[in-house]
């Protein structure tokens, strides 16, 4: 960040805001002192937005070399993802993101004639390849994964999309359908 955008930076956005985008910009478990230089603010000020923070459940506490760290909160995470999709695409849209991402999956599966992505990591696993061609199959693992991933996203949001929407619709005198 040059000077310019770290003036900015502290100018317009508070001490607690400043935490708050260096957490979401984490990559893992990160001591309070690091995310405090990236939030530029004091550690005493980091330290009380993050317990603030963990108490609200968006990060978790922890130990990095025995200095207290904080992580976000990968069940939060996992639940924003799906309401995003849920908010952002209609269940028509989401039904056929699933069926483009299967059909992927299932063209790799096909291409290297392999069941699973499981299955594709032994075949790399017990092959004779030359570093061009292990470097072509971790790409390969690379795509199936982010496939995977997509995919569980996508049905979580085809499985919760009723009970989110109905929860997020405004208020009606109708009593909810939850037993």
């Known amino acids: 960040m040059d000077e310019s955008e770290q003036r900015t930076w502290t100018d317009t956005l508070s001490g607690r805001e400043r935490v708050r985008r260096a957490i979401e910009a984490l990559e ?30 968006w ?35 989401l039904e056929s993101q699933l069926a483009e991402l299967t059909e992927e999956r299932d063209q790799l599966a096909a291409e290297y004639n392999a069941d699973s992505l499981s299955e594709f990591r032994n075949q790399l696993a017990e092959a004779e390849l ?5 470097r072509e199959r971790r790409n390969v693992i690379e795509t199936w994964e982010a496939i995977n991933t997509e995919r569980r996203l996508v049905r979580h949001a085809l499985q919760l999309y009723d009970d989110v929407t109905e929860l997020s619709s405004p208020r009606t005198d109708v009593p909810s359908t939850f037993a």
Do not use: M
């Open 59 to 93: 990060v978790s506490e922890t130990t990095v070399e025995g200095t207290k760290a904080y992580d976000l909160n990968p069940v939060r995470l996992l639940f924003d993802e799906v309401t995003d999709l849920i908010e952002e695409h209609s269940r028509k849209e």
């Open 28 to 57: 893992g478990a990160t001591p309070v002192g690091e995310i405090a230089d990236r939030a530029d603010v004091s550690r005493a000020t980091a330290d009380d937005e993050l317990e603030q923070l963990a108490s609200d459940d």
């Open 130 to 134: 030359n570093a061009s061609e292990i």
